[in-house]
């Protein structure tokens, strides 16, 4: 007898609870880098519905230092996207994508359950119970301050400043000041206590017919200024004091924060010396007819590395604690992009040829303007050398990349007459200006000269750099 109620409660099951409930694999936004706090998603590269297998890239996103592909670490199929393409600002740790596992139904997933958050129930009925009792207790708008003394005015700089802009009278300011003098607290609160503006009803019922009111430029009041240039109106030609707000990327937002803090954190010392290129270029010119192509750019690098290995003493860093010695000579090479200064790294610079060191900067520079540096290939380094050079720039002084201890800077080589060593005739030199920027607690300016004189040596004559 039992066994009808058996075979309709198994129908009963088959058809309302036999579909399995679809848990999702989370994909969240990763820190891509030791610095990256939010990130920005530039191109999915799966689509729904796609199989994924582990290490399979998933999506470009571009972090605070390069765009950088998001590999997947588990296998499955990808079910949703939940972060389009284009989403800026994205939060480390924000959900950007649901995954689920081979064999499921990836249009049967369903989102995970919000992360609990703290019950604002109590605190609103509280309020609710409170502001009938807090209603009587309401303070009454504050009066018009009336007019202090009616002696000489003495105002500060600061206050006259407040005053004039927001077109306020000085003799309602109550002067706290030595000798009557009216400071910028006084000013300050005579803003707060001060009753904001009020439109008539004339001009209320004027505006509003129109669909689309514009906001009018109020003129600032004889003798004042205004705050805040107004913003310029797209598809309309610019007035005189306005501008267009730029939105910064990623990129360019830790480029500032870094250069803010190296120069208002790292005592900067400059030191400048001149070197002849004539073996170099002569060189250069030899290895060509071997169907050698180098540059320039690789001999300087060689010959930093090079005298990186003579003077470890400069191949330190800066932590919290104090001067950290490196084993390792990694030379950073500044690459301009579209989007921002970048420096991939020459690992090892110190035990690799010209040539070699030749063929792996060309492969960092262009992955750098492509965007397609992993952050192993940007991070770190012990030592910077930025070249503008190409761009006819004779000398410049750069801004050292934290926590190096320095960085070159290289300008463009130039023809100059010299007397001989003899002082009866006059010969040309190709002369090339490099400046050195060290951090004066690493690297003080006896280590620093001593530094640029060995790299002189190391250029201008490069056999020497094969025995350094």
């Known amino acids: 007898p039992q066994s009808p109620l058996r075979f309709y409660l198994f129908i009963y099951l088959f058809i309302f609870g036999a579909v399995p409930c679809v848990?999702?694999?989370?994909v969240q936004m990763p820190a891509l880098s030791p610095t990256m706090e939010e990130g920005n998603i530039v191109k999915w590269l799966k689509k729904e519905g796609e199989a994924v297998a582990a290490g399979d890239a998933l999506c470009e996103i571009e972090t605070d230092k390069a765009?950088?592909?998001?590999?997947?670490?588990?296998?499955?199929?990808?079910a949703k996207i939940l972060m389009e393409e284009g989403s800026r600002g994205v939060p480390l740790g924000t959900l950007i994508a649901l995954m689920v596992e081979e064999g499921q139904d990836w249009k049967q997933v369903e989102m995970p359950p919000p992360e609990a958050a703290p019950s604002s129930t109590a605190p609103a009925a509280a309020q609710v119970a409170a502001a009938p009792a807090a209603a009587p207790a309401a303070p009454s708008p504050p009066s018009p301050p009336k007019p202090a003394t009616s002696g000489p005015l003495r105002l500060s700089p600061a206050a006259r400043h407040i005053l004039d802009t927001h077109g306020l009278d000085?003799?309602?300011?109550?002067?706290?000041?030595?000798?009557g003098?009216?400071?910028?607290?006084?000013?300050?609160?005579?803003?707060k206590t001060s009753p904001a503006p009020k439109s008539t009803p004339a001009m209320t019922a004027a505006a509003a017919p129109s669909p689309t009111p514009t906001p009018a430029a109020v003129?600032?009041?004889?003798?004042?200024?205004?705050?805040i240039p107004p913003l310029s109106v797209p598809g309309k030609p610019g007035a005189p004091g306005t501008f267009t707000e730029i939105?910064?990327?990623n990129i360019r937002r830790v480029i500032a924060q870094r250069l803010t803090q190296s120069k208002t954190t790292i005592p900067h010392a400059y030191a400048t010396v001149d070197c002849d290129m004539g073996a170099v270029l002569q060189l250069r010119k030899d290895l060509a007819k071997e169907q050698i192509k180098v540059s320039v750019n690789d001999f300087i690098i060689k010959a930093a590395a090079a005298t990186l290995k003579e003077m470890p003493e400069v191949n330190v860093t800066w932590s919290g604690d104090g001067p950290r010695a490196l084993d390792s000579i990694h030379i950073a090479i500044a690459v301009a992009t579209e989007k921002g200064l970048i420096t991939p790294i020459i690992k090892d610079a110190a035990s690799k040829g010209v040539q070699e060191i030749s063929a792996n900067a060309k492969a960092l520079a262009q992955k750098a303007r492509d965007g397609k540096?992993?952050?192993?290939e940007y991070q770190g380094g012990s030592f910077s050398i930025s070249n503008l050079g190409m761009f006819g720039i004779s000398g410049f002084s750069a801004v050292i990349n934290p926590p190096q201890a320095c960085i070159l800077a290289v300008g463009t080589s130039r023809a100059e007459l010299q007397l001989s060593e003899d002082n009866e005739t006059l010969r040309t030199q190709q002369l090339m200006t490099v400046t050195l920027s060290s951090d004066g607690r690493l690297v003080d300016d006896e280590l620093a000269s001593r530094f640029l004189d060995k790299f002189r040596a190391n250029l201008e004559r490069p056999q020497r750099m094969a025995l350094a």
């Open 23 to 26: 848990t999702p694999l989370k």
């Open 247 to 249: 939105p910064a990327s």
């Open 181 to 191: 003098l009216i400071t910028k607290e006084d000013a300050l609160n005579l803003l």
């Open 67 to 78: 765009v950088v592909t998001m590999e997947s670490n588990d296998d499955g199929v990808l």
């Open 373 to 376: 540096l992993l952050p192993e």
């Open 170 to 179: 000085p003799k309602l300011a109550t002067p706290t000041g030595p000798r």
């Open 219 to 227: 003129p600032p009041p004889p003798g004042g200024r205004p705050n």
